[in-house]
C-alpha cells in the first residue's frame, strides 16, 4: 500500500538550495538548473514553456534517480506519483516536491470515434456512484483526487460490427491496456502482478467486459502510434488531458486532479 498522498507547502523557486552529490550545498536559480523530466510528458511541456533546461529520461521514475543520484538538480513529476514515491516512507525519502507548476486532469484515451470510450464512462460513473471507486482510490492513497463522474449509458455491442471497438475487443477475447510504470497508478507487486488505480479499474472494464486484461509497457512518446496501430486498446496510465491528447485520442471523461510539481533533495 503506498503512503497516503500528502500537499507539501508551495515554496519559492527563485532560489533553491540542492545537495550536490554529498559536497555543499550550492544555490541556483530556476532558470540555472536542470530538471529531469519524462519524454513527452505534462512536466517535459511545463518545462519548455518556462525555457527551463531539461534532461528528458525514460520515465518519472528514471527522473527520480537522476535527483537522488545528483545529476540533475530537479525533477518535474506527476503530484500523484510524488505522494506514493518521495518522502518519509517511500523509496526516495530524501526527496521533497515544492512548486506547483500546473493543474490537470487525468483520462483514459481511446482510439479516434472509438465505442469503447463511452463504456468506460459508464464504467466510471457506476464505480464512482457505488463506492468502488473511492474504495479502490482509498487502496493506492488517490481518494483526495479522484473526480465525480458524469452519468453516461453503456452502448450496445454488436459483434459483428466491424467498426466497433467494443465488438473487435470482445471478439479477440481482451483489452491490451498501454502503461508505464508508474506508481500509485501503474506498478507491479511482489509477484510481478499490475497492479495501481488505473490497473485496477482497467481491470474493472475488462471484467464487465468479458475479457482479459492484457497490460503492455509502451514507450510514452509513441502511445499514440500504439494506439493507432492497434498494438494496443486503451491507453491509462495517468495521462494529462492535453490539447495534443485530446486531438489524436477519444478521451474519458476525468478521473482524477494531478498537477505537475518540482522534486529537489531535502536540506
Known sequence: MKKKLAMAMALTMAAVTLAGCGNATTEKSADEMVYAVE??????AAA??????????ASQADALMEVQSGTSDAAIIDLLMAGAMIGEGT????????????TEKYVVGCRKDSDLTDYINAVLFDAFNDGTMASIA?????????VSQLGCEYPVINIDDESSDLAYI????NLIVGITDFAPMDYKDDNGNW??????MAKLVGEKLGVSVEFVEIDWDNK????DSKSIDVVWNGMTLTDEV?????????????AQVVVVPAN
Open 39 to 44: 519524454a513527452g510528458s505534462a512536466g517535459e
Open 48 to 57: 519548455q514553456d518556462k525555457g527551463w533546461q531539461i534532461n528528458s529520461v
Open 91 to 102: 523509496s526516495y525519502p530524501n526527496l521533497i516536491h515544492t512548486t506547483e507548476l500546473t
Open 138 to 146: 482509498e487502496t493506492y492513497g488517490t481518494q483526495e483526487s479522484i
Open 170 to 173: 470482445q471478439n479477440k477475447g
Open 195 to 200: 497492479i495501481g488505480f488505473d490497473a485496477d
Open 224 to 227: 499514440i502510434m500504439e494506439l
Open 246 to 258: 485530446a486531438d489524436a485520442m477519444n478521451c474519458s471523461n476525468a478521473y482524477c486532479n494531478n
